[in-house]
């Protein structure tokens, strides 16, 4: 049964809170590691033009015999450095990126980074608003957008973000892009939520939990992730690791669970896993 609960976007737009991400899922596999996802209940799915594996995501995502309606699925921007994004590259890269997946509209559409450096991200927002009036993107947000970017967007006119797609998870809170959001009315969508699977799960405050509660390193640290709103999209290319992340909505953390998890990232330094966006351009 999908027990996932939804987030009511700005859009008016509901978007499971916990989906499935797909970065480092090589085009050839991505169909068998999504088919599993959607097997297992999954029901919104996570890819980017610059995975390269929007083809296998689409099949698996086509494929799956359920109502496309059912499904919810992401898809970035690769606005990268190796040429200018003018309206017409931007529509051109959308088109793509549908062609791809198979679909006829995706459910949110993103600016994968800011790039602040390149100074275009507003004329490719005023795009994005084109790709939303049409339909094609039901929501349309951004990825990697810090207050300030958050700002400017919000400077130049209505259309305010769905979403910010943004490294955060226990060793990286995010404080302040939270609080933006919450003012802004923009959802904050978590990625690497399990920290990249690396020293995250292993540290005794995270083990002491899991341990305590019965469950993994890893359905702890998304349980952190839903109670305090946020919405995650665990990658795993290993079929029981996708089940045990969506396996999340029979149990809740204590007050006390939570401040021990909030104490990771207290220290205020925060440690990034990712590259920061203010210098970003690759
Ligand atoms: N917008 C952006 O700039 C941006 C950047 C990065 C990521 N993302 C999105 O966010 C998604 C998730 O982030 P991510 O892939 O970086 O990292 P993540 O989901 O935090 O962690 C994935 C890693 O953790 C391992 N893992 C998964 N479930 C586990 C479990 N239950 N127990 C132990 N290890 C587990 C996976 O291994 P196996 O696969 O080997 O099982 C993989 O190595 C991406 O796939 C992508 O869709 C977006």
Do not use: C
């Amino acid at each position: 049964m999908n027990q996932v609960p939804t987030i009511k976007l700005n859009n008016g737009t509901f978007m499971p809170q916990l989906g499935f991400g797909v970065w480092q899922i090589p085009d050839a596999d991505a169909e068998q590691a999504v088919a599993t996802a959607l097997e297992a209940g999954y029901r919104s799915i996570d890819t980017a033009a610059v995975y390269g594996n929007e083809s296998g995501t689409g099949k698996a995502v086509t494929g799956s015999g359920l109502a496309r309606e059912e499904l919810f699925v992401t898809t970035k921007l690769w606005n990268g450095p190796s040429q200018a994004w003018g309206r017409d590259e931007v529509l051109r890269a959308f088109d793509d990126s549908l062609a791809k997946l198979g679909l006829d509209y995706v459910d949110l559409y993103l600016i994968h980074w800011p790039r602040p450096m390149r100074d275009d991200f507003l004329s490719i927002w005023e795009t994005f608003g084109e790709i939303a009036a049409s339909g094609r993107a039901k929501a349309v947000g951004v990825s990697n957008f810090r207050p300030a970017d958050l700002a400017r967007l919000a400077g130049a006119g209505d259309l305010v973000p769905a979403v910010n797609q943004i490294e955060l998870h226990p060793l990286f809170p995010q404080a302040e892009l939270r609080s933006v959001h919450a003012e802004r009315g923009i959802a904050t969508e978590a990625w690497s939520p399990l920290g990249q699977g690396k020293e995250l799960l292993t540290l005794p405050a995270v083990a002491e939990i899991a341990g305590r509660r019965g469950r993994t390193a890893a359905q702890v640290v998304l349980r952190w992730h839903l109670q305090h709103g946020n919405i995650v999209i665990p990658k795993s290319v290993t079929p029981a690791r996708i089940r045990e992340n969506l396996d999340v909505f029979d149990f809740e953390l204590a007050d006390d669970e939570m401040a021990a998890l909030d104490a990771l990232g207290a220290d205020g330094a925060g440690r990034r896993l990712g590259p920061d966006p203010a210098g970003f351009d690759a």
